[in-house]
């Protein structure tokens, strides 16, 4: 059964950081492409990062420049540091998994950024 569990979300100013982490199990993770999307109230649920198992990440326009994801196979665990916040980054961050063809989700973290 694979799970995906996510943790580090939180309140935070404008200008500030998050570091996001999500821990993957039942999962083959060094094949697996993994990444964060995040669904903003209202609006529907856009990806943000995604990370291969052996390629560069790619990221949103929006977030490009100050967000950073990366993995660690060894730990099984995937990370999103996140920079520069700004109001319109709040939202609920989900990790995602995808491998031979099954993509797999995290229950989210809440992330507000708000004064």
């Known amino acids: 059964q694979v799970q995906l569990v996510e943790s580090g979300g939180g309140l935070v100013q404008p200008g500030g950081t998050l570091r996001l982490s999500c821990a993957a199990s039942?999962?083959?993770?060094?094949?697996?492409?993994m990444g964060w999307y995040r669904q903003a109230p209202g609006k529907e649920r856009e990806m943000v990062a995604l990370?291969?198992?052996?390629?560069?990440?790619t990221y949103s326009d929006p977030v490009k420049g100050r967000f950073t994801a990366s993995r660690d196979n060894a730990k099984n665990t995937v990370f999103l540091q996140m920079n520069s916040l700004k109001p319109e980054d709040t939202a609920v961050y989900y990790c995602?998994?995808?491998?031979?063809?099954?993509?797999?989700w995290g229950q989210g973290t809440q992330v507000t950024v708000s004064s």
């Open positions: 995602y998994a995808y491998l031979l063809g099954r993509t797999y």
């Open positions: 039942g999962v083959i993770f060094m094949r697996a492409t």
């Open positions: 990370i291969s198992s052996g390629g560069s990440p």
